[in-house]
């Protein structure tokens, strides 16, 4: 099984994802954060309900956690080899994206939506743990310059000191609900977790829920994400956003 997959989100769009444990997870007996600065949002964390808890799929994202802890050197050397296959490489046909959205005029991502290039998106569950371990991404993500890296973080100190060294195709924006949302400026590129699609439009956001690329690609730097229909987390979020939680 290679490092990176498909949820059912997102393989319609063609993005792959490489995940670790959400929030925190017991290595040799002792808790490991996988997500130090997460806040109220663990309490209603997707990646830590339904086929996440599911004991081959926790163990898949372990195994993934340990390789990079334990060996980062060859956890590079497996994923840029699995990033070589031809299924990584531009189509060298426009990527199809949903009608009527304003999008980003930044020269990197137009040219790299016109060659169908791959995206591949960083933790669909779990953080950057670690300075080492972002300047990995970072690294990979250089030796890949045709592939779209990109990721939601709440470690919003780690890339506000070091998201100047990302390379061109690395991307990321800042997911409110974690202990360091007072960091982010209105200047910074951010997702809010609502409701549903009117309380996002109400707010003067924009969903992302259409193609998760939009994340990145809209203009706007407020993005939105309407809340899965889980009864328990919407109970707990009770008619509010994670920025408000």
């Not at 990176?4 to 290595?27: C, D, G, M």
């Not at 994206?97 to 995206?119: H, Q, V, Y």
């Not at 309380?199 to 193609?211: F, L, P, R």
Request: hydrophobic share 40%; charged share 25%.
């Amino acid at each position: 099984m290679g490092l990176l997959t498909q949820n059912s989100e997102l393989k319609p769009h063609k993005i792959y994802n490489f995940a670790i444990p959400a929030w925190f997870v017991r290595l040799d007996g002792k808790v490991f954060k996988t997500c130090p600065n997460a806040g109220a949002c663990a309490q209603v964390c997707y990646a830590r309900n339904g086929t996440y808890l599911f004991k081959n799929v926790l163990e898949a994202h372990t195994k993934n956690l340990r390789l990079t802890l334990d060996d980062p050197v060859l956890f590079r050397v497996r994923i840029n080899k699995e990033l070589s296959q031809k299924r990584f490489q531009p189509t060298n046909t426009p990527r199809q994206l949903p009608e009527g959205f304003d999008l980003t005029d930044d020269i990197w991502l137009n040219d790299w939506i016109n060659k169908g290039g791959s995206a591949v998106r960083i933790h669909d569950s779990g953080d950057f743990y670690s300075e080492p371990y972002l300047f990995l991404w970072f690294a990979i993500a250089a030796d890949n310059p045709h592939i779209l890296f990109y990721a939601y973080t709440k470690e919003v100190s780690m890339l506000k000191k070091h998201g100047h060294k990302a390379p061109e195709n690395f991307r990321w924006l800042y997911s409110t609900g974690g202990l360091q949302d007072d960091l982010i400026t209105d200047d910074d590129r951010r997702a809010d977790v609502f409701p549903d699609e009117h309380a996002i439009e109400k707010a003067g956001y924009t969903s992302q829920d259409a193609n998760d690329l939009l994340a990145i690609l809209l203009k706007t730097n407020l993005v939105g994400i309407p809340a899965n229909n889980i009864k328990h987390f919407n109970k707990k979020m009770a008619g509010r956003r994670f920025s408000e939680l």
